[in-house]
């Protein structure tokens, strides 16, 4: 670490102890040979350690980012993959002079130098202008191989088969035990697989590890493309929609593009 900040070895054990009085704990536990992290030190290294994550990550699309861009739009890489880029692509065919970049981003926060930002949820902020995009159904997906390996038939099957969990940075995504509760059943008793990465949870269920939850309108080339089908008839109104917010940043161009996507859904 020293030669790292180019200091002296003595200068960081100084700033460390300093810290710990100021934290008014131990990060350390100083052994004779070398030292090892408290837990409360291994939750601070975690939480400093995405900050200067997220801090590369912005100097890179500010490094990155062509200055003739006329629109940036932040969405989700689950989003970005399977709703927004094809939009994209048919609004260049359409207004082929107005270029529209991507900040895709899973970290909360990431996108909010964007003239416009993807939101799965109700509106929260008053006085800021939000457009819906699209509020649809929330279905149980599998493939075909996977459904018969499992006898999936009908709302019970699925009690007992395997499903992927999917744990994001998102709030108020529907989880399982939501679904089957609005569909009146009790909680799933199966195998559990648990990611942190929509995409990862929908390639999962394409690799036939189980069934996982998703939007008809978010998902529906998947389905389109026989990659993943509905597994039962069943399904539950989405509680929330997902909506444009249209920063105050946002030029003509921009609104010109908010306008057509919003059209386009």
């Known amino acids: 670490a020293a030669q790292e900040l180019n200091v002296t070895?003595?200068?960081?054990?100084?700033?460390?102890?300093?810290?710990?009085?100021?934290?008014?704990?131990?990060?350390?536990?100083?052994?004779?040979?070398?030292?090892?992290?408290?837990?409360?030190?291994?939750?601070l290294f975690v939480v400093i350690q995405r900050g200067f994550e997220t801090i590369s990550e912005t100097l890179t699309q500010i490094r990155e980012r062509p200055e003739t861009v006329d629109v940036t739009i932040g969405?989700?890489?689950?989003?970005?993959s399977l709703w927004l880029t094809p939009k994209i692509s048919a609004f260049w065919k359409i207004h082929p002079s107005i270029t529209v970049s991507q900040v895709v981003s899973d970290v909360p926060g990431m996108t909010s130098r964007c003239d416009l930002t993807i939101h799965y949820g109700n509106p929260q902020e008053n006085g800021v202008e939000y457009?819906?995009?699209?509020?649809?159904?929330?279905?149980?997906?599998?493939?075909?191989?996977?459904?018969a390996e499992h006898r999936i038939a009908r709302l019970e099957d699925l009690l007992e088969a395997p499903l992927i969990?999917?744990?994001?940075?998102?709030?108020?995504w529907?989880?399982?035990?939501?679904?089957?509760?609005?569909?009146?059943?009790?909680?799933?008793?199966?195998r559990s697989f648990y990611v942190n990465n929509y995409m990862i949870a929908l390639q999962a269920a394409q690799d036939d590890v189980g069934a996982v939850l998703g939007w008809d309108g978010l998902v529906g080339s998947l389905v389109n493309e026989g990659r993943l089908v509905k597994l039962v008839q069943e399904s539950i109104p989405s509680p929330v929609g997902?909506?444009?917010?249209?920063?105050?940043?946002?030029?003509?161009?921009?609104r010109l593009f908010a306008d057509w996507l919003v059209k386009a859904t």
């Not at 054990?13 to 052994?31: G, M, N, P, T, V």
């Not at 939501?178 to 799933?188: N, T």
Request: overall charge positive.
């Open 165 to 172: 969990h999917s744990s994001s940075n998102e709030t108020g």
């Open 9 to 43: 070895p003595a200068a960081v054990s100084h700033q460390i102890k300093a810290l710990e009085i100021d934290l008014k704990c131990s990060l350390f536990l100083r052994h004779h040979r070398g030292v090892e992290l408290t837990e409360k030190g291994a939750l």
């Open 242 to 254: 997902f909506h444009l917010r249209i920063h105050r940043r946002a030029t003509a161009k921009a």
């Open 131 to 147: 457009r819906k995009l699209f509020q649809d159904h929330i279905i149980a997906l599998g493939t075909t191989r996977f459904a």
């Open 174 to 190: 529907t989880a399982w035990d939501d679904w089957f509760a609005v569909l009146g059943c009790p909680a799933p008793k199966g």
């Open 75 to 80: 969405a989700t890489t689950a989003f970005s």
